[in-house]
């Protein structure tokens, strides 16, 4: 049985968010067991601070000091606990590393995780953004979650269904699932596994890296540790560790427009790069509209764009949050005055 967590005061956030913006939590503690949560939220002078859920800080962006409550969710554990059909059902805490998590699935002999493989943050976190890299989104595996509801002191289990995804969107990123606190995840991972090579980049950074192995006309079809080195070069290759430059990943969503409008901004722009989705909306690379407005590899004061991936927002040393936000806010009023579209952030500010 864990201890029971200690409350710290003044404590600096500083090594809990990979933008490594230096704000500080009125109020940290140290989550290890769901139980820990209901005697915490259970005292009346804690239960009624503002609350700010942490996980691996992967996804924020902290505007400033935080007077109220972390709760920094480091529970740990992962384990096979059955099937269901013809899925074979694993969980995980919310604590565990998400990129820890991928591997120890590969370990198991169990592919469905490959494409996700070196995401940073949390597993807790996985659901909430409805993560997604290289044609798959966290729903596409997602069996259920195990929930704390501070409002009833109770755990609540979760399915697909029930946490409303939607494209980096969940139940969780709106009032009726904001407050829940992500206990446990599991997932369904396929016994006859088949590799998602939908996203051509991967796929030829698969077919590059088995070049080498082929014999007469072909090549057996890959493994799922195949693919998620192929996914790991990619992403090694293009963007920045956190350990290194200070960032969140890709900072903004890519836009999803009408076909109306897309058609309209391909007259004006034939090289717009987009994507046709399954409902007639198109999905915009919001990467390549920031590169048009001149953005990659430029700086406004200490927060800078990724030289290599114009998606990517850099701390080049010092930045606070205000300056991450001045940066995005300048690059969000140059796209929507060149092409008429609204970026919207990724990360969540605090």
């Known amino acids: 049985m864990p201890s029971e967590p200690t409350l710290q005061h003044d404590f600096s956030l500083r090594d809990l968010n990979t933008f490594g913006i230096d704000a500080r939590a009125r109020h940290y503690v140290r989550i290890t067991a769901a139980h820990q949560l209901a005697a915490l939220l259970g005292e009346p002078r804690l239960a009624a601070l503002p609350r700010l859920v942490l996980g691996g800080g992967s996804n924020l962006l902290l505007t400033g000091d935080f007077d109220g409550l972390v709760l920094h969710m480091a529970s740990s554990g992962r384990e096979i606990v059955g099937a269901s059909g013809e899925h074979v059902l694993v969980r995980a805490q919310a604590g565990e590393n998400w990129h820890g998590f991928v591997e120890w699935t590969l370990a198991q002999g169990l592919g469905g995780l490959e494409n996700l493989a070196l995401i940073p943050g949390t597993v807790g976190a996985a659901p909430i953004q409805n993560i997604g890299a290289y044609g798959m989104e966290?729903?596409?595996?997602?069996?259920?979650?195990?929930?704390?509801?501070?409002?009833?002191?109770?755990?609540?289990?979760?399915?697909?269904a029930a946490c409303r995804f939607a494209y980096r969107d969940s139940l969780f990123k709106h009032a009726a699932?904001?407050?829940?606190?992500?206990?446990?995840?599991?997932?369904?991972?396929?016994?006859?596994?088949?590799?998602?090579?939908?996203?051509?980049?991967?796929?030829?950074?698969?077919?590059?890296?088995?070049?080498?192995?082929?014999t007469g006309e072909g090549v057996a079809e890959p493994t799922p540790r195949q693919v998620a080195d192929a996914v790991i070069a990619i992403r090694r290759r293009k963007l920045p560790d956190p350990a290194v430059i200070g960032n969140a990943g890709s900072f903004f969503k890519n836009p999803v427009v009408s076909a109306q409008q897309c058609a309209a901004l391909l007259e004006r722009h034939p090289a717009l790069v987009h994507h046709r989705q399954d409902d007639g909306s198109v999905k915009l690379a919001a990467g390549w509209l920031i590169d048009q407005c001149g953005w990659k590899g430029r700086n406004l004061g200490p927060a800078g764009v990724y030289p290599k991936q114009a998606l990517v927002l850099v701390n080049n040393g010092g930045a606070s949050?205000?300056?991450?936000?001045?940066?995005?806010?300048?690059?969000?009023?140059?796209?929507?005055?060149?092409?008429?579209?609204?970026?919207e952030p990724e990360p969540v500010f605090v």
Do not use: C, K, M
Request: proline share 4%.
């Open 138 to 160: 966290t729903r596409d595996v997602f069996h259920s979650l195990t929930a704390f509801d501070p409002a009833t002191g109770t755990l609540a289990n979760l399915d697909g």
């Open 177 to 214: 699932g904001r407050g829940l606190i992500i206990v446990d995840v599991t997932f369904a991972l396929p016994r006859e596994w088949r590799p998602n090579l939908r996203y051509a980049e991967l796929a030829t950074e698969l077919d590059n890296a088995l070049a080498s192995a082929r």
């Open 321 to 343: 949050g205000a300056d991450v936000q001045r940066l995005a806010q300048a690059i969000q009023a140059d796209v929507l005055d060149r092409y008429g579209v609204r970026l």
